[in-house]
Structure formats: C-alpha cells, structure tokens
C-alpha cells in the first residue's frame, strides 16, 4: 500500500487475519485507537464481544498480540474477498501517531492524551539523560525498520533540522536540534561509531544496542540521529494531571 501511516496493513494472529485501516479519534476517550477490520466473518464470542466487521484496539494490545506482514509474507487467497481497496484506507495525508510526552501538551492542549499525529519526540533510557543534557551525548543510534522488536519506525519522520522533544520514559526533559541523520548496517558499524556514542569499541556498542533491539542482526540498519541539547525544561509548568494550552509556550508541533 502506498499509504504514508506506517501501522496500516495485513497482520496476523493465532492463524487469522486483520487489515489495519488506520488510527481514529474516539470523541468519547478523547484518544486514538487503531482501527482494523478482521478479514473473516467475525461472530460473536460468549463473555467478550458482539459480531462485527470493524473493531478497534488499544496500541498497547495491538503491537503486542498483532503481526504485521511483512515482504514475502503470504496471506492465503481464501482472505484476500475481505480486504478493503487501498482507496478506502486511511494514509494519504497524515504520518502515523507517536506518544505524546506526559508533561508537555497535545497539539489540542487536551488533558492526558497518549498519541498524537503532530508529537515529536526522541526518548532516551534515563541512564544517557544527563549525557545528552551536559552536550557529552550527542548522537544516539535507532533502529527504525518494522518488525524489529524495539524498533522506532515513527522516528523516520524526523529530519534534519528538525526540533522534538528530548524524553526519557515519556517525560520530556529538554528539547534537540537534529542536524543529521546516517544509516548504517550492523555489520559496517566501527568503533569510530563507537567512540561517537562514548564506547570504547564496537563490540561494546552493538552489545548494549541488543539490550535495545534484541533481535538486531548484521543485516539490519541503524540510524543515527547527530542533535544539540537546545533547550531544557526550566521553563516548563509541570502540567501532569491538568495542563492546558496556555500552561506550556514551547510548541514544536
């Protein structure tokens, strides 16, 4: 599909199929679930839900029980009667939705919304948040394919010059200029990468980026992001459990 929202597609689950339609904005949660359609006649189940051909999921449920079909994947003809035509499918005009840190606002200013199409944050294990406050870190190293456990695919929208969110477990801590990004296969990592990223060697660097990404292999990308601490969060109101639009002036939306 040439959709631009990366989460639209076929997956699979326990021998069945799904076609991932999108994201929608539920008015009554005030947050985004997935929307997906089962490719199957889907009756109802005693004690869990009604008959329905469309259906949506938290993210949390969805990356965690859903399998996305990937290139050479085959999906059995017997499906292919439910799929809904590319046309009808949400993706033409808005990127996929990333978390929205906790203590800053949507682009709505509405109170505790998880997701947003217009976030845009790179989050860091809190061991490396001094580093990167202190401009000692100032390049960081993610994988951005799908289907790689750990992988950040929404971070393939960020480009040079852009300015997102510095946070670590959703909190956001400060703010990066990114002023490049290179990829790199696993295998042609050197310990000049290494050194970049304050390990003695190469070895010592793709150790601690499996703690990350545990399926990394040799022939899988890394990207590295190379950004300057611009910014840090002493202006911000702490906004946890009732911000607003106006409680917060720093905007990268």
Same mark, same amino acid.
């Given at each position: 599909?040439?959709?631009s929202?990366? &989460?639209?597609?076929i997956?699979?689950?326990?021998g069945?199929?799904?076609?991932?339609?999108?994201?929608?904005?539920s008015?009554?949660?005030k947050q985004?679930a997935v929307?997906y359609k089962?490719l199957y006649?889907?009756?109802?189940?005693?004690?869990?839900?009604?008959?329905h051909?469309l259906?949506?999921?938290?993210?949390e449920?969805?990356?965690?029980k859903?399998r996305?079909?990937?290139?050479g994947?085959?999906?059995? +003809?017997?499906w292919q009667g439910?799929?809904?035509?590319?046309?009808?499918?949400?993706?033409?005009g808005?990127?996929?939705?990333r978390?929205?840190?906790?203590?800053?606002?949507?682009a709505?200013?509405?109170?505790?919304?998880?997701?947003s199409?217009e976030?845009?944050?790179?989050d860091?294990?809190?061991?490396?948040?001094e580093?990167?406050?202190?401009?000692?870190k100032?390049k960081?190293?993610?994988?951005?394919?799908e289907g790689?456990?750990g992988?950040e695919?929404?971070?393939n929208? &960020?480009?040079?010059?852009a300015?997102?969110?510095?946070?670590?477990?959703?909190?956001a801590?400060g703010r990066?200029c990114?002023?490049?990004?290179t990829t790199?296969?696993?295998?042609?990592?050197?310990?000049?990468?290494?050194?970049?990223?304050?390990?003695?060697?190469?070895?010592?660097?793709?150790t601690?980026?499996?703690?990350?990404?545990?399926?990394?292999? +040799?022939?899988?990308?890394v990207? &590295?992001?190379e950004?300057?601490?611009a910014?840090?969060?002493s202006g911000?109101r702490?906004v946890?459990g009732?911000r607003?639009?106006?409680e917060?002036?720093?905007?990268?939306?």
């Open positions: 599909m040439a959709a929202n990366s &989460i639209v597609g997956y699979e689950l326990d069945k199929y799904y076609q991932c339609l999108g994201e929608a904005w008015h009554t949660e985004f929307l089962p006649n889907c009756s109802a189940k005693p004690g869990s839900f009604e008959a051909e259906a949506t999921s938290s993210y449920r969805w990356f965690r859903f996305k079909l990937q290139a994947d085959h999906m059995p +003809n017997t439910f799929v809904v035509q590319e046309a009808l499918v949400q993706g033409a808005l990127p996929s939705t978390p929205v840190p906790e203590n800053v606002p949507s709505s200013g509405l109170v505790g919304v998880d997701r199409h976030a845009q944050a790179i860091f294990s809190s061991e490396f948040v580093a990167v406050k202190s401009g000692m100032v960081t190293a993610r994988v951005l394919q790689v456990p992988g695919p929404w971070l929208e &960020i480009g040079s010059g300015l997102v969110w510095a946070t670590s477990d959703r909190k801590f990066l990114v002023t490049g990004k790199v296969k696993v295998a042609d990592l050197t310990d000049q990468h290494a050194k970049d990223e304050q390990f003695e060697h190469r070895e010592a660097f793709i601690k980026l499996k703690q990350f990404f545990p399926e990394l292999s +040799n022939s899988n990308e990207c &590295i992001f950004f300057y601490y910014e840090d969060n911000m702490s946890i009732g607003a639009q106006n917060i002036a720093l905007s990268t939306y």
